[in-house]
Structure formats: C-alpha cells, structure tokens
C-alpha cells in the first residue's frame, strides 16, 4: 500500500469493510486484563493479504453464553505483549455472525507481529503471528505455501501440521511469509452419516448439520447464508487448519465448493439441469466475506461491520453478452457482490496476481451437447482433444472458420457451438485487468495464482495395439481427459501466452490448485505436433485431503477394464496395482504396456513418446500435501511435500511421515532444471 495518510487509510479500511487500527512508532506494554479463552473464541484467530505496512487480522467471538458488543485487538512486537505497538476497540454484531476484522496500519515491512483479541471481561482469544510483506525495494527472497482443496468430511488436514513442524524448526530467513490458498477452503456438499457412512475407504465425519440446508441425492448442499457460515465455523473447529492461520497470513481465493459444486456465475448445476441461485451466491460470497480476511472490494460500499448483501432473487439467466456474461440484473448484482482478484506485493521479487475463474466464466461449452454425443464405452475417461478444441473455441476457432461438424470415430456432430463466443474463465473485464498487471509488473517473478490448472493432462491413446479394445480410438490423435479448467480454455490461455510473448514478459510463473494433483511443467500455449514455445514455468499442488483420481479409480475402475492397465497397472513383481495414470499422462500407453509386462520403470520410460507431454516434468496423480516456492532474484525453487492419503488425523507433532520430496528449480534463463532431492 506504500506510504499512506492516517486519513487516507480509514477510507481504504472502510472500503474493505474493515475496522481501522493504527500503529505506533514506539510500544508500551499492555494495559488489558488478557486471560486466554479459547471457547469464547472456539474459531480462532486469523491475518490475511499483508502489505509492506499493513495487514488484516480476524476473529469471531461466541456469542454463547453472553455475547460481547466491542473487542479490544492489540498488535506487539513480542508474544508477551511487553511491546505493544496498536490497541484498538472494534465493534461485533449477530449481523455479521459476531466475526471482526481489523486492518492495522502504520507498520514495519517484512515483520513479524503478534496479536490477540479481548472482551469487556478480560477473556481473550488465543495469539496469532503475523508477517508484514517486504517494502518493494527489497531485495530479500520470498518463502511461501500454496495449497487447495481440503475436505473435512473426508479426511484430515495432517499437511497443515506438517508445515507448522517445519517452519518451527526453519532458519529464520528460510520461514514462510504466507500461505496462499487457491480455493476449496470449505467443501459445501457435505454428507451426513446416516446418509452415506464411508467415502471410498474413508469414514464419513460428522462435521456440520445445516439449519435449513437442501439435501440433493444423498448429501446436503447450503441454501442461506447461516447454512454457509455453519460449515464456515465446523471448518475452523479443525486445529490443525485454525494454528496454521493463526501462525501465517493467509492469501485465500475461492474455487467453486465456497459457493456450489459445478455451479459458474451465479446458476447452480445438478443432475444435468442448470438452475438460478442467486440468492446462494450472495450468501456465498457474504459468509466468504465474513470468515476470510482479505482485501476484496464488496458492493454495499463502506462499512466496518457489515457486507450490506444486495437483495437479489433466483431469477432465470436467459441472455448473455458476447463474453458469455448473464446479463440477468440479479445474476449480475449476486456475482458483482464481493470482487475477489486482485494483486499482492513481496519486496522486488515477487508480484502475486490472483485470478477468480468461477465468478464471469462462461457455460462449460460441452454442456450443450447430449452426454452420449462424443462418449465411447471403450474408452470412457477420454475425449478427443481437437473435440476440446473446437468446443472450446466456439466462432473463433480455426481463425474464425469453425467447422459445421465434428468428427467423432464414423460420426459427424453437429457443431451447435460455431456461432457462440470462444469459452473465457476470466471474463472481458478480469482478464484486461490480469494482462495489465502483467505487462506493468516490475517485479523478478509474475506469480499467477491461478485457481484451477494451466497444465493440459493428456494421452495417447492412438499408439494403442490393435485389438486391444473393441472399437478403434475415435479421435484423430492425442486425447484429452476432460474440461473445465484454465488448460482446456484453449483460445483464452493462448490469448494470455501470446501476450507474454509480444511483450516480453519475464519471470512468469503459474501455481494452481484444484486438480487432486501434483504437476510441475512449462507453460505453453500448443503441444506438438503443433509448435512447443513455452513461456513460463507452472505447478500444481496437490489436495490437502480431498480425494483424488487416483483414489476414485481404485474404487471404481473394473477390475476387467481393458484398459485397466493404462491407470492402475500391476508388474509382476508388484502384490498391488500400481497409479500407472502418472505413466500414461507423462510417457503414454507404450509405456504402461510395458511396465505391465515387465515391471521395469527403466525399460517402460525407455519407450516414452516424447512427444505427449514435453511440457511436464513430473506428475503424482494420487498426491496429498502442499508446496513451497522460494523466489529470489536469480531463481525460483518449488518444493512439493507428498504425505500419505490423509484418512485419519496424525496427532504428532510433525503431521506424521513424509512419502517423498519433490523439487524444482528455475533460473534466469530459459531452462528448468529439475531434480528429486529425496524420497522416504
């Protein structure tokens, strides 16, 4: 934020709808009657989106069993609060569920802080840390986490843990600065167990009821904003996610299950019907508001107590402009309720520019065609990728000469997608904003934070042996597994690699989220046969505890699959099969037969077909964890921290084993080196 007047800094904390406190030059010790009472403050504390001199803290006191009016933060230099910089009173109010958020100014750059909560009765919340980014002429190197996708009904957030313990036991200059969160803070489908007792080999928790809530097949999903603010509050019961937001800031951005599984804009879809649900959007975005403390922009205009939610209704969406964008006034009003992307700065090296794909996205384009229109039994878990393609771009495909049918083995579909705009997952308006943030960023590294995967994830499936499969392979090449995220948006994601490119962008790098995965590769706009000119590095973290592909396979895969082996393949040496998908999508079906035959990894990689992926580096389908960056200005290292499948809490200090260690480095130049530094 730079330098900024105390005056100045109340209106940007109103427009955050914020509480404003203010820093002072010296500290003085405390004069509060601080007793610790963490069931008053049963969801801890938290900080978010730090700058050079300011940042966000958090907390939420029960209203339970006499609920307090005001809260007295206090900021200090030291966890004894002997060297008190900010104290100030804030309001709370049912209004918004009895959370605060504060934003403090009038602080140091890249420093460490401590806070706490109390209220008129002297009971207090537990301590949180805090860190201040680095000024922008700092030269110092970045340390930070990203992670995604956890699922408390499902699994336990052991990665959290893990990365306490290390940062605990880190050199000073080596700790994290922040924790990036690219979305699926919360799942919003939850599963009661009466209704459902285990998932795959996982025990069903209890975790939230819903006070009104819908149930649709055998789970729930939200319908008001108490209903969203309740699986809010179970999420935060856990603590091993409530220690790591009260040691780090954290930099969230929501996926789709903070607000509805497939839903895009402000519709919801289920069992294949797309329906409004403006009113849960708003709700969505309020309880994110309320819980999350970051600097988004809501549109009830200032306030330092409440989000002022528009009042919408669920209404059709029937016209849409030419960027796909529902031009319906209460579609508009909901999605417009609170804007999410933004940008963040650590010193010089590192500019951070997050990216929403779920608020001004358009209709997934395979949504207009029947299920059974590109779908062949033999081979169920792959799509043609020029069928992608031509979907995918719509009236701009082929430089505006879409074809009037795709083909589709001896099939030709009609192409009902020709005269629709080509699919955006960042909307007109989002992404002129992210390329000019782009080409102005004067930082070493342009870090795109981006909330689903750049990285395509494809196949061969045409060097299959004849006659392994009943039909031949309907495609005229490579395959692809499905759609829906930024590397199946093929026209925009090469409208933003050509951009890089005509301006001579440097430093680009991509971490994602969403994918259940971890991957590691360059960011091109083409795979060969077409031209390979990649324009950047991109990674992808795998869940913290959401289940992956991996883990549905072994549960839903047929034991008699012919093509069983191309994703859980069995060598003879092996007493259990094995995630061959990781094979396939790097190396290719070759490769799988081989190691089926054999169980050599060296001789199966020896007939890799180096032209499917040259793009990737390393891929583990089946992982679980997090992923460290470290940027400095001459590299920019990411380490991926695997743990085993997360199905039970490991209470140990250090979050339970490790499976392996993965680590990359990028230099200057235009190379990636990569290296495995250990496994275990």
């Not at 047929?558 to 061959?580: E, H, I, S, W, Y």
Request: charged share 25%; net charge neutral.
């Amino acid at each position: 934020m730079g330098n900024i007047s105390r005056r100045d800094f109340l209106a940007v904390a109103a427009v955050l709808g914020a509480e404003a406190a203010w820093g002072r030059s010296f500290s003085t010790p405390s004069k509060i009657s601080w007793r610790e009472r963490r069931d008053l403050f049963p969801e801890g504390v938290a900080s978010g989106d730090p700058d050079s001199n300011s940042v966000l803290l958090w907390t939420r006191r029960a209203p339970q069993p006499k609920p307090a009016q005001e809260l007295i933060v206090e900021v200090a230099l030291d966890q004894t609060f002997q060297r008190v910089i900010a104290t100030q009173r804030v309001s709370i109010s049912a209004e918004a569920d009895w959370t605060c958020r504060v934003l403090v100014g009038g602080l140091k750059p890249a420093q460490v802080y401590w806070y706490r909560f109390t209220d008129p009765e002297g009971s207090g919340s537990r301590l949180g840390r805090t860190i201040t980014a680095p000024a922008d002429d700092d030269s110092r190197p970045v340390h930070f986490a990203f992670v995604s996708c956890q699922n408390a009904n499902l699994g336990a957030q052991n990665a959290y843990r893990r990365m306490i313990f290390e940062d605990e036991h880190a050199s000073e200059q080596d700790r994290l600065s922040f924790v990036l969160h690219l979305g699926d803070f919360i799942y919003e489908l939850v599963w009661y167990p009466e209704d459902r007792a285990t998932y795959y080999d996982r025990k069903v928790r209890e975790i939230v009821r819903y006070p009104q809530g819908e149930k649709i097949q055998d789970f729930h999903i939200p319908v008001t904003v108490d209903d969203y603010r309740a699986v809010y509050r179970s999420y935060l019961h856990d603590p091993d996610l409530q220690d790591a937001r009260a040691r780090w800031p954290f930099v969230p951005m929501w996926d789709n299950h903070e607000y509805s599984w497939q839903g895009w804009q402000a519709l919801q879809v289920f069992d294949g019907k797309t329906r409004p649900a403006q009113t849960r959007k708003v709700a969505a975005n309020q309880a994110f508001f309320e819980y999350q403390p970051a600097r988004m922009v809501k549109s009830g205009g200032p306030s330092s107590e409440e989000f002022n939610p528009p009042k919408v209704k669920d209404a059709p969406v029937t016209v849409f402009d030419e960027h796909g964008l529902g031009q319906e006034a209460n579609n508009l009003a909901a999605i417009n309720s609170l804007k999410g992307y933004r940008s963040l700065r650590w010193g010089r090296n590192v500019e951070l520019i997050i990216t929403d794909e779920r608020n001004y996205r358009s209709e997934d384009p395979g949504s207009k065609f029947d299920d059974a229109a590109f779908f062949n039994a033999d081979y169920s878990q792959f799509v043609p990728e020029e069928v992608l393609e031509i979907l995918d771009g719509g009236r701009d495909y082929n430089g505006g000469k879409p074809p009037n049918t795709i083909r589709f083995g001896d099939q030709q579909v009609p192409n009902i997608r020709k005269a629709d705009p080509a699919q955006t997952l960042l909307g007109a308006e989002q992404k002129a904003w992210f390329l000019e943030r782009l080409r102005n960023s004067k930082t070493t590294w342009k870090i795109w934070g981006s909330t689903t995967s750049t990285l395509d994830m494809r196949a061969d499936p045409q060097n299959l042996p004849p006659g392994m499969v009943a039909s031949a392979w309907p495609g005229a090449g490579y395959a692809s597994f499905s759609g829906g995220d930024v590397s199946t948006a093929y026209q925009e994601r090469g409208e933003i690699y050509d951009f890089i490119q005509k301006h001579a962008i440097t430093g680009f790098a991509t971490v994602a989220g969403d994918r259940h995965s971890f991957w590691a590769g360059l960011s091109a706009k083409s795979l060969p046969p077409k031209p390979f000119d990649p324009v950047g590095v991109a990674f992808v973290v795998g869940s913290i505890s959401a289940p992956g592909m991996v883990e549905s396979m072994e549960h839903h895969l047929p034991k008699d699959a012919p093509l069983r082996v191309l994703f859980l393949g069995q060598g003879p040496g092996d007493n259990r099969p094995q995630p061959t998908i990781n094979m396939l999508v790097r190396h290719g079906v070759r490769s799988c037969l081989e190691y089926a035959r054999s169980g050599d990894v060296h001789k199966s990689r020896q007939l890799s077909n180096r032209d499917l992926s040259p793009h990737v580096s390393f891929v583990d389908m089946g992982g679980h964890g997090y992923a460290v960056v470290h940027a400095a200005a001459d590299r920019l290292e990411t380490e991926f921290i695997c743990l085993p499948r997360p199905i039970v809490r490991q209470d140990q200090p250090d979050g339970g084993p490790i499976l392996y260690r993965f680590d990359t480095l990028q230099g200057s130049g235009a190379s990636t080196n990569v290296r495995i530094s250990s496994r275990r």
